[in-house]
């Protein structure tokens, strides 16, 4: 089974009057803007009524792109993505007044583009993008929204795009954040408000921490009023455009599983890298480190077998272990600039157990 650590996507940002594209790993996706140029209506809100989420299936939902190139050799657009690109499932029974959405940080330095709202079924939002207080710890100040009770702080200190109101299509909705501001490597927060509590986004129903998406609870029901981490994964993404040299990433992995084998076992990661200035391109070397039983780590270079230093499967092989011992093990690896990317977190690594 492969594992996923986060998705990233280089596309080329085209002029506003044409479709915007993504390709994506494992999905790709085709992206169209939509009442694009029109003037923003700005809609009261309603009184808050009690919220009953309720997950469903998508109903096939069909989408196709194709892959695009860099905007220019010390710059890149970029995708930030913490979807699966599954869009399998879609959240029903929000009420108006509910805010989604998602807490973004860029590997690299960067402006922000626009941002991608993506549902199965349409209607009145408004969409913004914020700039959170830099005291708020995503990671820890929020309680999951089922059966939280401690509300977590209001992402939105200032805005890097105002309330903008629309009727959202079905699929994907691009949101261009005009003011394209400099957000280096910060958090920022990008969100919708139902307002009229028709349209139902697309999640990932049931992922693991961390959670990348933030809902707020109207009052009323369901608990109390304020601000929740959630993990139903909203479909948001963020275009962004990077002026600096960002880390390279372990795509994928192999996540093995228990075995009666006690023979080492071969093993696999993705490893992609992207160059400011393109010509620094490239993964160098790539790492997998194990231990077995709590002992002490070790490492073992890795081979690239398909592909090339951008984005290409590298391999190694993990001794042989005895019945009832565990191996734990976790990849990294190294651009051509000196910058390392590790996945998955080295204090939450892979394993598997010899039965």
């Not at 085709?30 to 003037?39: A, D, R, S, Y």
């Not at 191996?327 to 998955?344: A, H, K, N, T, V």
Request: charged share 15%.
């Amino acid at each position: 089974m492969k594992s996923k650590t986060y998705l990233a996507l280089l596309v080329l940002l085209i002029l506003p009057a044409i479709a915007a594209n993504i390709a994506a790993k494992p999905v790709d996706v085709i992206i169209e803007p939509t009442e694009l140029g029109k003037p923003s209506r700005i809609l009261s809100v309603v009184n808050p009524v009690a919220a009953s989420l309720e997950v469903l299936p998508a109903r096939g939902h069909r989408i196709s792109s194709r892959k695009m190139k860099p905007w220019k050799s010390r710059s890149y657009d970029y995708v930030l993505s913490y979807d699966s690109g599954v869009e399998g499932t879609y959240l029903g029974g929000l009420a108006q007044t509910f805010h989604l959405g998602v807490w973004f940080e860029s590997p690299a330095a960067c402006t922000l583009l626009a941002i991608f709202y993506d549902f199965a079924v349409g209607g009145d939002v408004t969409y913004y993008v914020a700039d959170p207080s830099d005291t708020i710890d995503f990671l820890n100040d929020y309680e999951e929204y089922h059966g939280g009770s401690n509300p977590g702080p209001d992402p939105r200190e200032t805005f890097l795009h105002p309330e903008e109101s629309r009727t959202a299509p079905v699929g994907w909705d691009t949101l261009y954040v005009t003011s394209m501001p400099n957000v280096a490597r910060n958090i920022f927060f990008a969100a919708y408000i139902m307002d009229d509590g028709v349209s139902q986004p697309f999640i990932d129903a049931g992922i693991s921490p961390p959670y990348h998406t933030l809902m707020q609870r109207p009052g009323g029901g369901g608990g109390p009023f304020g601000w929740y981490s959630s993990w139903h994964h909203v479909y948001i993404r963020a275009l962004v455009r990077m002026y600096e040299n960002p880390p390279p990433m372990v795509e994928t992995y192999d996540d093995l599983p228990n075995s009666y084998l006690t023979t080492g076992r071969a093993v696999t990661a993705t490893f992609a890298d992207i160059g400011i200035p393109f010509d620094s391109s490239g993964v160098v070397a790539g790492w997998t480190h194990y231990r077995i039983d709590n002992g002490n780590w070790d490492s073992l270079s890795m081979l690239l077998i398909s592909g090339d230093s951008t984005f290409g499967i590298w391999e190694t092989t993990l001794p042989g272990i005895n019945p009832g011992q565990t191996m734990e093990y976790w990849f990294s690896c190294f651009d051509m600039q000196g910058l390392r990317g590790y996945g998955p977190p080295p204090g939450n690594p892979a394993s598997y157990t010899i039965k």
